[in-house]
């Protein structure tokens, strides 16, 4: 007996060195993904974030002061006006569709976006002498719309009023360097309240944000995505998803929230502390307050499978245990090597789930794989057991676990409610299948043969 339970010791050893080895090759394919999206997002445009549209105009101011020698000197210093709309609403429908790398794929949407910005007092773009007797100098007032990948954008224009402007690529405002830009005149900005309508259509990968950059900001998106993940600062106040896309508006006061100056005044550098859960690494200041939706991926068959590989020692370990009750009670007797195949085979499911996953939808490669075990394990359970009749409900059990497995992996929030469900009702049916046998005569009625055997032998 003592021999046996070190030889059981070694095969379950062997089998999670082998899930772990399985379990490997998962992480491994999950890094190979991540590379495919990367190379997808380098070759067209990453996460996309709407900055803007806001109105600057860069300016300088010299002034002659006496220096130490008595002789005059030109000091000068360079500002930015910026004028902020005071409504902001943005309506926009994005599309996805998938781009693949090899075996792996990744969704990129296309947004098509109305954008309307109304500024209702424009003086903020006229200069302030802090020197007296100084000389200003300012430039052409910018309308400028940042986004975080220019590459992806694949049609813009606006409209002041019934004038259509011509953008221009490149912002020319500090930190936010990418976009487009169209040149006002002052006759325009002075020519307060002032309207722009902007149609864009931009391209991107994995997720979209949007700045609250107007005194109230309202938003609209549209999507053919099902699978939504509503994050940043602001959640949104409507949100609707269904089997055919989702629907959802935010609206944001600037009394909600610091992005408008974070942008205008160039302090959002200083405020990383504050919002760590937004970052975007393509701009210099990378923490500004934004709302955003990504666009979550279901068919990452790696994730499943690598929540699934972690269910594999339980499975084997409960696979033994029904082995074990038949082979105790029926007083049979079962070979450490064939425990090893049977666990050899529980483990094979894994890895043919994660290799057949990569070309078909996860749902079918989980039944060809789980019905290939169980008809496999049925099989061999009939011989090692010695009859169908222990073979079969040993073939249904394994069955069982693997559409409890299944049940657990497609209801995340409440996995460990069902698992705990699961395991306690298996307990309880092993306790009552086992509460009238008698431990201490059933062990001697299994050590009396291998006794009459050594005394034979002396």
């Known amino acids: 007996m003592k021999q046996k339970m070190f030889a059981l010791a070694l095969v379950v050893i062997l089998l999670v060195l082998a899930l772990l080895k399985i379990s490997g090759v998962v992480h491994d ?31 300088t101011e010299e002034w002659d002061v006496l220096n130490a020698d008595k002789r005059v000197q ?11 709309p005071a409504s902001l609403t943005v309506k926009g429908a994005s ?16 947004l098509k976006a109305d954008i309307v910005a109304e500024w209702t007092d424009t003086s903020a773009l006229k200069p302030t002498a802090e020197h007296t007797g100084s000389r200003m100098n300012c430039g052409q007032p910018l309308l400028m719309m940042a986004v975080s990948d220019s590459r992806g954008i694949r049609h813009a224009s606006v409209k002041m ?39 864009l259509e931009l391209v991107g990968t994995e997720s979209i944000s949007v700045v609250p950059l107007g005194g109230d900001t309202r938003v609209q998106l549209t999507s053919n995505w099902p699978h939504p993940s509503f994050s940043g600062q602001f959640l949104p106040v409507d949100r609707k998803v ?40 393509s ?20 994730a499943l499978s690598d929540r699934a590989t972690k269910y594999g020692l339980l499975f084997i370990g409960l696979t033994f245990l029904a082995v074990g009750l038949f082979e105790f009670m029926k007083s049979l007797r079962v070979h450490p090597i064939q425990y090893l195949l049977v666990g050899a085979a529980m ?21 060809i794989a789980s019905s290939a075990c169980v008809l496999l394990l049925t099989y061999y359970a009939s011989h090692m057991l010695g009859s169908w009749s222990r073979g079969l409900p040993f073939g249904l ?31 309880a049916a092993i306790m009552m299948l086992t509460r009238q046998i008698d431990w201490y005569a059933r062990f001697k009625q299994m050590e009396a043969p291998k006794q009459e055997a050594a005394k034979a032998v002396a």
């Open 74 to 84: 030109t000091e000068r210093r360079e500002f930015t006006l910026v004028a902020a």
């Open 29 to 59: 394919r999950q890094t190979y993904r991540q590379i495919a999206i990367q190379s997808v997002a380098q070759s067209l445009a990453g996460p996309q974030t709407l900055t803007g549209p806001l109105i600057h105009r860069a300016c």
């Open 242 to 281: 269904t089997e055919d896309g989702f629907e959802a508006s935010w609206r944001v006061s600037s009394l909600a929230s610091t992005a408008q100056q974070d942008v205008t005044q160039g302090d959002a550098g200083k405020r990383k502390s504050v919002c760590p859960s937004y970052t975007d690494s």
């Open 397 to 427: 059990g394994i069955a069982t676990l693997y559409g409890m497995l299944f049940v657990l992996l497609r209801m995340e929030q409440t996995a460990l409610l069902l698992g705990a469900v699961a395991l306690f009702a298996v307990l």
């Open 283 to 302: 701009m210099t200041h990378s923490c500004v307050e934004a709302f955003s939706v990504t666009f979550v991926d279901p068919s990452n068959t790696y």
């Open 95 to 110: 599309k996805l569709e998938p781009r693949a790398r090899g075996l792996h794929a990744t969704q990129v949407f296309t």
């Open 347 to 367: 483990s094979m499911f894994f890895l043919l789930l994660v290799s057949l996953s990569e070309h078909m939808p996860f749902e079918t490669a989980y039944a």
């Open 161 to 199: 009023g019934e004038q259509v402007l011509a953008l221009k690529p490149g912002t020319f405002y500090g930190s936010y360097p990418r976009g487009v830009h169209a040149p006002l005149s002052m006759a325009m900005v002075g020519a307060a309240p002032l309207q722009a309508q902007i149609e």
